[in-house]
């Protein structure tokens, strides 16, 4: 008899790539005195206060399945915070608990989407919604930001890449690879567009605590946006939690109600003690996470005064977050190549442009999740590198 195989796997997850920021990462796990910019996680252990007020109430039976939508008092604490910052009063019942924000990522593209759906993306983006919307049968659809916009997207980018097809439009402020925060009246525009063409719009706020300049604003407060969006949270990068695995997720009550069926087929529930942790992350002093984002702001401009005084490469001040999106395009467009030299030769990782889409190649993402004094010493490891290169 032939030989049958036995083992199939499908297309549309053989299809996906493999993590790149995750390879470059398994690269440098072997190698002694790397410095790793590489995988975006707050270097700062979670606060202590939070730590030892989830420990107690997972002692006191905090260690049960909670409700699928979240913890009762979670809910309640993060209705009040919303409808206190956006003026839109959400109740507890328009919001999900998640297993971090990837968790209500992949909800929210599996409640919306229909088979064949197009997805709107700006590139750069988050590598990761290539494989939630591949979860969901949906078809990603790009437009672009661009280096010389400070990578802030332009409406008519963004209308020039709409489809028949188009759903759902994926907005990230501020951005995960460039740190780019859209001001209000590019928000504006882009609320007008989603009105026009019936848009859904999920807007993935994680990094909304880590703002620089201008100030955060969201497109849910836009008239008639509150209808059509998501709003998709998390306490992983703002309160220095990627461990506790939790984000929300708020939005429509009608989308609500059917997304609670997905997380809780898929998920049952976030960990019940990382939500206890949420509370109490609700409960911490304000300056703890202002401290936070200031140590973020500082290194932020380090990395930048340095790596603009290198030749050939150029890089924006990012409104938020705590990446810098580099441009290497007059020294190389092949940043993979780049970037594993840079690992190989000098121990930096960076992670190559590419792996935020094909537009932003010749550019590499920066983290800067590590002391003042590392950074400082990968400035030199990178200024080294880039002379030789250079030279070649
Ligand atoms: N969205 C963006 C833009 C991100 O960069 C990340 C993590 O890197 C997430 C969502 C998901 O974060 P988490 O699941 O840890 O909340």
């Known amino acids: 008899m032939a030989s049958m195989q036995i083992i199939q796997t499908s297309k549309s997850i053989q299809e996906l790539r493999f993590s790149v920021i995750r390879e470059m990462g398994g690269m440098a796990a072997h190698m002694d005195g790397v410095i790793t910019l590489g995988i975006g996680e707050p270097d700062f252990n979670t606060p202590p206060a939070i730590t030892e007020k989830a420990f107690q109430d997972a002692l006191n039976g905090h260690t049960h399945y909670t409700p699928s939508k979240g913890d009762p008092e979670l809910l309640e604490k993060l209705a009040a915070n919303i409808t206190r910052e956006t003026g839109i009063s959400t109740g507890s019942s ?32 988050f590598p990761d919604y290539i494989a939630h919307i591949a979860f969901a049968r949906g078809v990603a659809v790009k437009a672009r930001s661009r280096a010389e916009n400070r990578f802030i997207p332009l409406p008519q980018d963004i209308e020039s890449a709409i489809t028949t097809k188009t759903r759902v439009l994926i907005l990230n402020s501020p951005n995960n690879p460039t740190g780019a925060v859209i001001p209000g009246d590019v928000l504006d525009a882009i609320s007008e567009l989603a009105i026009r063409y019936n848009l859904f719009v999920i807007s993935d706020e994680v990094y909304d605590r880590i703002i620089f300049d201008p100030p955060f604003e969201s497109i849910v407060t836009r008239p008639g946006m509150a209808e059509r969006t998501l709003v998709i949270k998390s306490f992983s990068k703002s309160h220095a939690m990627t461990g506790w695995r939790v984000g929300y997720c708020y939005g429509p009550q009608a989308v609500i109600d059917q997304m609670l069926k997905v997380v809780n087929y898929s998920t049952a529930c976030a960990s019940s003690i990382g939500q206890r942790a949420a509370v109490a992350a609700l409960d911490i002093d304000p300056s703890v996470i202002s401290a936070m984002k200031d140590r973020f702001e500082a290194r932020v401009d380090l ?10 490469i150029k890089v924006a001040r990012p409104g938020g977050s705590f990446y810098l999106f580099a441009d290497i395009r007059p020294i190389t467009r092949k940043s993979r190549e780049f970037a594993i030299r840079l690992l190989q030769e000098e121990k930096v990782v960076v992670i190559p442009g590419y792996a935020f889409g094909d537009s932003a190649e010749g550019f590499f993402r920066i983290a800067c999740t590590r002391s003042k004094q590392q950074l400082a010493e990968a400035m030199d490891r990178i200024q080294a590198f880039l002379t030789r290169f250079r030279e070649e």
Do not use: K, Y
């Open 94 to 125: 328009s919001i999900i608990i998640t297993h971090g924000g990837m968790g209500a990522l992949t909800a929210s593209l599996r409640t919306l989407l229909e088979q064949g759906d197009h997805v709107l993306l700006v590139e750069p983006h």
């Open 303 to 312: 990395v930048c005064t340095r790596l603009n005084a290198m030749e050939g």
